[in-house]
């Protein structure tokens, strides 16, 4: 499925363009003979059209040469083809998007940059730019990569905000092309609402939008548990019914005590299967380090295990050595020693109990050291 640039030519959005010179001059070659009347029934400044396509200083507005081609008769896919810039009118030249990929086609690329902006990113109504949020630098390289995949070379900032997470500013243009295309009313964090065409779009278009909702609002631990938590009860109950119609296995949607944050738990086997075959084909969705953590319970799971005293004892030998230096996260320890995380919580508070160790809080979690 493609978008052509004419199919916002009666949008909201006001689109200007710039093209490649030849085809200015031959449209200043067509019009420059009767530019009054031309100008007329444009309802233009004749020296408006001198500055866009003499002088050539100016973009043009998408309307302008919508109303051109038809006076002409030039191919609008020709005039498509010959766009090197697609900008909104009254903003810089450099939030544009240069040499851009028209028409646009709707791929899961297009699908996950949506996602992204719906779960970490916005497209503030004050008219701003689009902002995404990111706090792993492998994780916007690749979001930027598939944005530029979709739509051109696109004007871009990066910078660390306050809390040291990267925040990342598109052209508002992207944003908009966005909600217009997948028909979004918000992307605000507690109005929002999952576009019908989601449900809609093939199965790659679902998995793309479930794997990057997983990458910016999903965690994953090392028993193997996946969970996906946001604000948004009505946006949440349908990425539940999303990864229901794909046949991955949820256990429904619950809310935190005493909170409006929302969560569901998605099952592991079906979702690693998926995502093993879907990072292949689309290479620019990938959950990188949470990716690793998905293998690495697999790895867990592998191990042998007896359910005699001697082996738990050995298990319990190993995970004191391990912290014997240095303090330690279950999830480190689980990484390291290839215990599921329940497991360890249990000889934990059995070797506190001992006084063989104690725990420290940072942040959310504890970090366990030895008394010896």
């Known amino acids: 499925m493609k978008v052509s640039i004419w199919d916002f030519v009666n949008s909201d959005i006001k689109i200007c363009v710039d093209l490649k010179k030849e085809l200015k001059d031959e449209i200043a070659t067509k019009i420059l003979k009767d530019v009054s009347n031309v100008a007329k029934k444009l ?6 059209l001198y500055e866009y396509f003499v002088w050539q200083k100016s973009v043009i507005p998408l309307k302008i040469i919508y109303s051109i081609a038809e006076l002409t008769g030039l191919s609008l896919n020709k005039l498509e083809k010959d766009i090197i810039l697609i900008k909104q009118q009254h ?3 450099k939030n544009s998007v240069k040499n851009p990929k028209l028409p646009l086609e709707i791929n899961p690329y297009f699908t996950s940059i949506v996602a992204n902006l719906f779960f970490d990113g916005s497209v503030p109504k004050d008219g701003k730019g689009t902002y995404y949020s990111q706090k792993d630098k492998n994780l916007m390289d690749d979001f930027l990569k598939r944005v530029d995949f979709v ?6 900032s990066v910078r660390k905000d306050h809390r040291g997470v990267l925040e990342c500013r598109l052209p508002r243009l992207i ?3 966005c909600r217009h295309v997948y028909k979004i009313d918000s992307f605000g964090t507690f109005d929002a609402k999952m576009p019908k065409m989601i449900f809609d779009l093939d199965e790659d278009h ?5 794997i990057s909702g997983i990458i910016d609002e999903g965690s994953i631990s090392y028993d193997g548990s996946i969970i996906f938590g946001i604000s948004n009860e009505t946006m949440i109950k349908d990425f539940d019914n999303l990864c229901t119609n794909i046949g991955l296995e949820t256990k429904g949607v619950k809310r935190k005590k005493n909170s409006d944050a929302y969560y569901m738990y998605i099952s592991f086997n079906r979702f690693k299967e998926i995502l093993d075959d879907f990072e292949k084909r689309y290479p620019l969705i990938s959950l990188r380090h949470k990716k690793k953590v998905l293998d690495k319970v697999l790895e867990i799971k592998k191990q042998e295990f007896f359910y005699t005293k001697s082996f ?4 319990k030998n190993r995970l004191l050595k391990e912290i014997s230096n240095d303090k330690k996260t279950i999830n480190k320890l689980s990484e390291s020693l290839l215990i ?8 934990m508070y059995k070797l506190m109990s001992e006084g063989k160790i104690s725990r420290t809080k940072a942040g959310t979690g504890y970090f366990y050291y030895s008394n010896s």
Do not use: C, M, Q, W
Not at 43 to 48: D, G, L, T
């Open 91 to 93: 903003v810089p030249r």
């Open 43 to 48: 309802k233009i400044n004749p020296a408006r």
């Open 175 to 177: 944003g908009e092309i």
């Open 206 to 210: 679902k998995k793309a939008f479930i």
């Open 151 to 156: 739509f051109g070379e696109v004007a871009h």
């Open 312 to 315: 738990s004892d050995g298990r």
């Open 340 to 347: 599921p995380p329940r497991t360890l919580r249990r000889y």
